[in-house]
């Protein structure tokens, strides 16, 4: 298994430009999410899905959008890139049974705004 | 705002045992505790986790006190390697989860 794949790995965007991060998991999670890390801080929960065709936002919401149309994929779109969105992106999925949820994260997508 | 407090960092002697103390004093009862590590820029990497009763990997120990309102990490014979930051969470499948800024913890050799 793969399993949580992230690209780009890095991108430069300038101010106002928009982008698509991808995630895919090959375990057959029920759950993904998606958080972001600033320098020297901790991880900060943006969006998450419990399956297909349902999100819902955690966090930090504002200025991202996310779908979920198959288990695998948990896209998540910038629209008018600011410079406060310059952070390490990181996506990670679980199965969550009986309340037990161990994440898996992916390496990252480290997103500089200019 | 994290539901948990960790110190921000702490050292340890390579080979000895590293203790990792979390309080979450307001955990509910059907929220799990986790604990994760970030090693230098690389995705968390999960560790352990438990409800009530104290459990044991091939990572870690974990202790939770029987009014669950704390933990401790335990990594018996630290190495360089453990050098990371830790993180603590407390969440169930129907709450949010939240990270807060976890131990950095640094293993002297």
């Known amino acids: 298994n793969a399993g949580v794949t992230q690209t780009p790995k890095f991108r430069i965007l300038k101010i106002g430009q928009s982008m698509t991060l991808q995630c895919t998991q090959d375990?057959?999670?029920?759950?993904m999410y998606w958080y972001r890390q600033d320098p020297g801080m901790g991880l900060k929960l943006i969006y998450y899905?419990?399956?297909?065709?349902?999100?819902d936002k955690g966090e930090v919401p504002n200025g991202y959008n996310v779908s979920r149309s198959t288990t695998e994929d948990f896209p998540l779109r910038l629209e008018l890139a600011a410079p406060s969105q310059t952070s390490v992106y990181f996506c990670?999925?679980?199965?969550?049974?009986?309340?037990?949820?161990?994440?898996?994260f992916g390496p990252g997508t480290r997103l500089t705004v200019l | 705002d994290a539901k948990t407090t960790q110190p921000p960092s702490m050292d340890c002697a390579e080979g000895r045992a590293a203790n990792l103390p979390c309080n979450h004093s307001?955990?509910?009862?059907?929220?799990?505790v986790y604990w994760y590590r970030q090693i230098h820029s690389q995705g968390p990497q999960y560790i352990i986790h438990?409800?009530?009763n104290n459990e044991t990997n091939e990572m870690a120990s974990l202790i939770i006190t029987e009014d669950r309102k704390s933990s401790t990490l335990i990594l018996p014979h630290a190495t360089l390697r453990d050098t990371a930051v830790y993180y603590c969470?407390?969440?169930?499948?129907?709450?949010?989860?939240?990270f807060g800024s976890g131990t950095r913890l640094s293993i002297r050799p």
């Open positions: 990670a999925s679980s199965y969550e049974a009986g309340g037990i949820n161990e994440q898996f």
């Open positions: 375990m057959n999670h029920n759950y």
């Open positions: 899905s419990v399956g297909a065709g349902i999100t």
């Open positions: 307001t955990i509910s009862g059907n929220e799990y």
């Open positions: 438990g409800l009530k």
């Open positions: 969470i407390s969440h169930s499948s129907a709450s949010k989860i939240i």
